[in-house]
């Protein structure tokens, strides 16, 4: 299948040019050329289907034959070697617990698979590819995991000197092999000006290729639709349409549910759920689009003040505004709402949810004053421990850390610190 660029000014790509690149040249998103809905009998059927079955069904029409079946199965059985339960929270809110991967971020399937399938690309070549990402917290820590070891691909992390948690800062920089942890003197804007500046270097562009693993590249974006068939599949015996609120920063993994729902799952909404970084909540009240720069808040992987996947969800429903806002309700929560959700949830049921988690949790119950009847599920996108600061500051409970935790905790960390863009580049060319 090609994709084509949503700024409509760059050739189309393969799928392999659009892992490789990320972005396409005139800098646009790619996307795919077509979405084909699945058949009657797969989505009939699809309690009895494995996991690995499911995700193979839903994403080959987007990828093969240029990765052949086979080889797509692997990359997908490799890929989703933990489970993704539903717990049940209340009355008519569950959640989808996405935190069982190596990182315990949700971001572990789209980095593991973005990551086989460049290294199966790399096969045969010897041409190495270097990726950068600059990271709040969790992305980096899914990539180096997802990419540690892969042929051919070098990782370069560019991390707020400060910023993120102590444990996602032992899952970024105590990997070693072909991952490398640069901890700026900044904030993540400047890890991310970084990383922007060096793609329009030619002094680097013209000695390494150089790609991107955040959401924009659609090796990490598609795999989420995965989760929400996953949860169709558990729930479907219920027979009662499903409305998800999923915790939005850069909207790839609502834009991947909504992604499904093209492909025929019938979920009958989606609950975009904010911290104070609020743009698209702004957007469905007063249809107008005013990214303001990102503020911090104590669930900190979701402040983004401008979504890069929004342009993805508005080409899905052709940018009508009016079907679009049929289909998504935004909300947006403050730190405090946020800290009190996760008191209640707690004490209501004795679960420990993550500060994402509970501004999940939080967009169900403001959807379910105006809907009561709902089946509401939210996404729980990263483990409690993770935010262990936040999470103990109001649970009254010690949390224990789980094994995957564990076995990072104590590790060397090993980063170097940079300053400025200057130090960055001669650090990559020296590399
Ligand atoms: C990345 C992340 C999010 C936001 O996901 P998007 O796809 O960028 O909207 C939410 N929660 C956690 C824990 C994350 O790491």
């Known amino acids: 299948m090609n994709y084509y660029s949503l700024n409509k000014k760059a050739p189309d790509a393969s799928f392999e040019t659009a892992v490789r690149k990320g972005l396409a040249p005139d800098k646009g998103l790619y996307f795919p050329e077509n979405i084909s809905p699945l058949d009657d009998a797969f989505l009939n059927n699809i309690e009895k289907l494995s996991n690995v079955d499911i995700a193979f069904h839903a994403i080959k029409q987007f990828i093969c034959p240029e990765i052949p079946e086979g080889d797509l199965k692997a990359i997908i059985t490799d890929t989703l070697n933990f489970d993704f339960p539903i717990v049940q929270i209340e009355e008519g809110i569950s959640t989808l617990e996405l935190f069982h991967g190596p990182t315990m971020a949700f971001k572990d399937v789209g980095a593991r698979f973005m990551a086989r399938c460049l290294g199966y690309f790399n096969q ?40 993120v948690s102590h444990v996602q800062e032992k899952q970024l920089t105590t990997l070693g092999q072909n991952i490398t942890a640069l901890e700026v003197d900044g904030t993540f804007d400047d890890c991310q000006d970084i990383v922007k500046r060096a793609f329009l270097d030619s002094d680097l562009t013209n000695q390494m ?33 499903i409305v998800f609120s999923v915790p939005s920063g850069n909207f790839g993994n609502v834009c991947a549910g909504m992604l499904a729902q093209k492909l025929g799952l019938p979920f009958s909404h989606f609950i975009a759920s904010n911290n104070a970084n609020n743009v698209v909540q702004r ?48 909300y947006s929560f403050s730190d ?96």
Not at 136 to 159: C, E, M, P
Not at 304 to 327: A, C, H, M, T, W
């Open 124 to 163: 045969d070549s010897t041409e190495e590819v270097t990726v950068l990402v600059a990271t709040s917290g969790d992305t980096g820590g899914a990539v180096a995991s997802g990419f540690l070891g892969v042929k051919g691909v070098r990782v370069v992390i560019l991390y707020p000197s400060g910023k």
């Open 209 to 241: 290729a150089l790609t991107s693993a955040n959401s924009i590249n659609v090796a990490r974006w598609m795999p989420q639709m995965f989760y929400f068939m996953f949860a169709y599949k558990q729930l479907k015996h219920k027979n009662t349409p």
């Open 283 to 330: 957007y469905i009240e007063s249809h107008q689009y005013n990214p303001l720069p990102s503020v911090q808040t104590i669930s900190n992987a979701m402040d983004v003040g401008n979504p890069s996947n929004f342009i993805r969800i508005q080409e899905l429903y052709n940018n009508d505004f009016e079907e679009l806002k049929q289909n998504l309700s935004a």
């Open 336 to 431: 405090d709402e946020t800290k009190a959700a996760l008191l209640t949830i707690y004490k209501q049921s004795g679960y420990v949810a993550d500060p994402h988690g509970a501004v999940g949790y939080l967009g169900c119950k403001s959807y379910k004053k105006e809907h009561p009847q709902a089946h509401t599920v939210f996404l729980e996108t990263a483990h409690p421990t993770k935010f262990l600061d936040v999470v103990e500051e109001v649970i009254p409970k010690q949390i224990a850390l789980p094994p995957q935790i564990q076995a990072v905790i104590n590790k060397e960390k090993v980063a170097t610190f940079v300053k400025n863009y200057s130090e960055f580049k001669s650090f990559l060319l020296e590399l």
